[in-house]
């Protein structure tokens, strides 16, 4: 998968390119500021950002112009982590920067945000207008009691009012959390139930597929079963009147009032995210406005190379934290295109038509996408004037070699592919793009600034050329501040620092090369990964073995050669039960409707029994690597399974596949 370090790269950015990138000018008045390396372009600064961490965040800081309304009295205060402490002293506020190009009066009637919907109606809303309303809604927030802390929720679509009511929440000091409309009530209770949120903003439904789907009946369970809320805001996406007792979202956002900031600590909670861990709830991450700010100035102005003129369009719903990060385009002054709608609707084309539609200039989207245009034929540079596009990112999961080639061959051969990679617990990039490197088939361009990324072995030696554990040896500002719920700090430390103490242990395997680019093999746990979103096997066992049919059940999810990605369900029957179609429907619908279409799988297959370990924990990390051909030997301890011949089945199953 990996180009020798001699072989030529895909793509390499011209001399013009690389003096106008934002990451060069920055270095060079780095360099005269603060000590930066003037020479050895990206690499030299990357090592510089990670020997003298505290400079080069203060550099980041200085170069973006971060407003703090009370100084800090140093970058660091300490470095352990978890629980490292940023920007001590300081206050500020991230709405406020998200919002500061309204101020300048050129810029004031240029759009924020373009909307776009599956019908191709595009909707701008300029920079004026934005700040209007997040400070008429703010001031209504304030109004309904909501102060610094108050938890405010969104169950909404990638809409300009989920921007809005983000913002204002913000503004507030507020801790906004939000899920799609296509999630189900139980899987939206099982996040937004442990942060107790006093105010939901809501559609009454979505349009998905050239379909409207309904949502009142659910937002009445979300209401019913959500005690701490002292106000729901109805959102008529669909033209439905607002049901009783719910606020009106215009009424709201009307008024021509001045957004009043409140100037809040550094790591005072920005928003809580969630990722699935394997067994339990979705871990409730909490991450800082601070920690945002600074490490979304840097990703979306540095990497991302996005500034004023730029157009920004990321794939995405508002439950990945791929709209977080989106958002924070906003605040590098970029436009930001917001599309609601399927990805594949009316055609594998529709997010390459959005592109052209709106003059993107950064268009991000999952790696599953890109080879599912390939396999479909499609070819968007022919088809559509792609001429805007800058970079073409994509996440989610590894982009296969075929990837990169098909987007060089049918997009653009001047076409800058940044495939990234980070995870919803920094709610950004450990390693991606970088607008100066020449980027490789099947690499990560390199690391990113003020990331010290590292491979590791099993005993904590740096690996080059090899596979090792992704790990990262100093503190990043967007590192959670902690999770909701977890007083004594256990299941934070548990979920990143048991294996190497004091280090961030991520869970995916990785090859940093001789050339400094990295390669990302695919998680090495259990915890699934499809179209980008992580999910957790915990939610799908829940909704399945409800079912009386179940007496077990297992899932899996494979990262395949050629970029696919396979998710079976092993199901162990109650006595008595057959797998027929009648009972694989039944659990399909029900994954469907208690959880998300996401999570369906892809194949049912009966199974005679689910291994476990002697506690009782079902083994899904080493049926994984069994699935993926790793002899049984080598896969697991004899002595830790409650039945080592269930283990034969996966083993017989993985030499058929392979």
Known sequence: MTAAANEAPLWQPGPDRIAAAAVTRFQSWASQRYGAPAEGGYLALHQWSVDELDTFWQAVADWFDVRFSTPYETVIADRTMPGAQWFPGATLNYAEHALRTAEDPLRADAPALLHVDETHTQVPVSWSELRRRVGSLAAELRALGITPGDRVSGYLPNIPEAVVAFLATAAVGGVWTSCAPDFGARSVLDRFQQVEPVVLFTVDGYRYGGKEHHRADTVAELRRELPTLRAVVHIPLLGTEAPEGALEWSALTSADTEPVFEQV??????????????????????????????????????????????????????????????????????????????????????????????????????????????????????????????????????????????????????????????????????????????????????????????????????????????????????????????????????????????????????????????????????????????????????????LPEIRESLVIGLEEPDGGYWMPLFVHLAEGARLDDALRDSIKRTIRENLSPRHVPDEVIEVPGIPHTLTGKRIEVPVKRLLQGTALAKVVNPGSIDNLELLHFYEDLARKRH
């Open 265 to 546: 600590p550094f790591d005072h909670p920005l928003w809580v995210l969630y990722s699935s861990g394997t067994t339990g709830l979705p871990k409730a991450i909490v991450q800082s406005q601070g920690g945002i700010l600074l490490e979304h100035f840097k990703q979306i102005g540095l990497h991302c190379d996005l500034g004023p003129e730029d157009r920004f369009f990321w794939y995405t719903s508002t439950g990945w934290m791929m709209w977080n990060f989106l958002v924070s385009g906003l605040l590098t002054g970029t436009t930001l295109v917001l599309y609601d709608g399927s990805p594949g609707y009316p055609d594998v084309s529709a997010q390459w038509r959005v592109a052209e539609q709106t003059g993107a200039t950064l268009f991000g989207t999952s790696a599953a996408y890109v080879m599912a245009c390939r396999k479909a034929g499609i070819h968007p540079g022919r088809d559509f004037d792609l001429s805007r596009i800058q970079c073409v990112a994509t996440t989610g999961s590894p982009l296969p070699p075929d990837g990169f080639r098909w987007l060089h061959d049918e997009v653009a051969e001047d076409l800058w592919i940044a495939s990234v990679s980070g995870g919803t617990d920094v709610c950004s990039c450990f390693a991606g793009g970088v607008p100066t490197l020449p980027v490789h088939i099947g690499e990560l361009q390199a690391p990113c600034l003020g990331t010290d990324l590292r491979s590791w072995d099993l005993a904590g030696e740096p690996l080059i050329g090899e596979v090792g554990e992704l790990v990262v040896t100093a503190p990043i500002p967007s590192m959670p501040i902690r999770f909701w719920n977890d007083p004594d700090g256990s299941r934070y430390h548990d979920s990143y620092f048991d294996m190497y103490p004091g280090v961030w242990r991520h869970g995916d395997w990785i090859t940093i090369t001789e050339h400094g680019s990295v390669i990302i093999h695919g998680r090495s746990d259990s915890t699934l990964n499809r179209q980008g979103v992580r999910m957790g096997s915990a939610d799908i066992y829940e909704a399945v073995e409800r």
